[in-house]
Nanobody, 115 residues
């Protein structure tokens, strides 16, 4: 089994920054990609950013230029640096790991952007 543990969420003012971390542990044999998704109240879960094993990051258009995803391959950890945060970024952020035959999710971490 694979476990994903997120950290780094919280309350921040508009224009502020947060850094999310997600550490994967357990029976990890193949990681095709790691990424971050988010779900705001009353909305569907949406992709924020993903980074495959080749390191070519993909971003949702609304976060391009503000968010940066990165991976520590040795530690099976993925990060999301979020800058210039906006109230519309408020959501529960979920870490995702795409293995060879299964997809795994963390429990989520709340990010609230408010003055």
């Amino acid at each position: 089994q694979v476990q994903l543990v997120e950290s780094g969420g919280g309350l921040v003012q508009p224009g502020g920054s947060l850094r999310l971390s997600c550490a994967a542990s357990g029976s990890i044999f193949t990681i095709n990609a790691m990424g971050w998704y988010r779900q705001a109240p009353g909305k569907l879960r949406e992709l924020v950013a993903t980074i495959p094993s080749d390191g070519s990051a993909n971003y949702q258009d609304s976060v391009k230029g503000r968010f940066t995803i990165s991976r520590d391959y040795a530690k099976n950890t993925v990060y999301l640096q979020m800058n210039s945060l906006k109230p519309e970024d408020t959501a529960v952020y979920y870490c995702n790991l795409e293995g060879r035959a299964a997809s795994y999710w963390g429990r989520g971490t709340q990010v609230t952007v408010s003055s």
